[in-house]
């Protein structure tokens, strides 16, 4: 197993268009996280999955996103009308149990022009 | 006041030098991780602990549940220890809460 894998690595954007990233977990981790790191700031909590389920979303998480799960292997992560603050690395993470630790993937780093 | 506090933000050290980086929280915890973040973005777990102390390497981790504090040190610090050095929190829902990091260089 690689670890977990996140694509595209990097994104340029146009402001107002909509952007979509992927995660694939490390093989029967079932528990899948999502993170957004700005520049020179500790990452942030947006939402996690078990299995399919998404159990939690923060309130950082606008209406603009949306994130699934739908076979509780790989996860998207959707951002709509993208706007210049969206711009930051966006981080998955998976882990094999609850209370298991979490492994991260390379990070999406999204810029929105 | 965040819930993870970090200090310093910033750290310079000659190759060799012993270095410390603090962390503190203010909520109720089920373990807290250490982790290495290098330019680029990669993130990699150094340590997972809940109670006492670990060792890996020139690395070690201590943690004071009862004081809410955890120190990261790296002996004998080399040039490849440069990276930003990040304190997470386990709480309620298993999501971890991040300190702001600590950018460490070491200067051979």
């Known amino acids: 197993d690689t670890g977990v894998s996140q694509d595209p690595r990097h994104k340029i954007t146009k402001r107002g268009q909509n952007v979509t990233f992927r995660c694939d977990p490390i093989?029967?981790?079932?528990?899948l996280y999502w993170y957004r790191q700005t520049l020179g700031q500790g990452p942030e909590f947006l939402t996690y999955?078990?299995?399919?389920?998404?159990?939690?979303k923060s309130r950082l998480l606008s209406d603009r996103f949306s994130a699934e799960r739908p076979k509780g292997s790989f996860s998207t992560l959707e951002i709509q009308r993208t706007e210049q603050g969206d711009s930051a690395m966006y981080l998955c993470?998976?882990?094999?149990?609850?209370?298991?630790?979490?492994?991260f993937g390379p990070g999406t780093r999204l810029t929105v022009t | 006041k965040n819930e993870v506090e970090q200090s310093p933000q910033n750290l310079t050290a000659q190759e060799g030098e012993f270095i410390t980086i603090n962390c503190s929280y203010s909520?109720?915890?089920?373990?807290l991780h250490w982790l290495q973040q290098h330019p680029g973005g990669g993130i990699v777990s150094l340590f997972m602990?809940?109670?006492g102390k670990k060792k890996h390497g020139r690395l070690i981790a201590t943690i004071n549940i009862q004081e809410k504090h955890s120190s990261l040190h790296i002996t004998a610090s080399h040039p490849r220890d440069s990276a930003v050095y990040i304190c997470?929190?386990?709480?309620?829902?298993?999501?971890?809460?991040f300190g702001g990091g600590t950018r460490v260089l070491v200067k051979p």
């Open positions: 993470a998976s882990s094999s149990w609850a209370l298991g630790e979490q492994y």
């Open positions: 093989s029967e981790h079932n528990r």
């Open positions: 999955f078990q299995n399919e389920a998404q159990l939690e």
């Open positions: 909520v109720g915890i089920s373990a």
């Open positions: 602990l809940s109670s």
């Open positions: 997470a929190v386990k709480g309620a829902g298993n999501k971890l809460t």
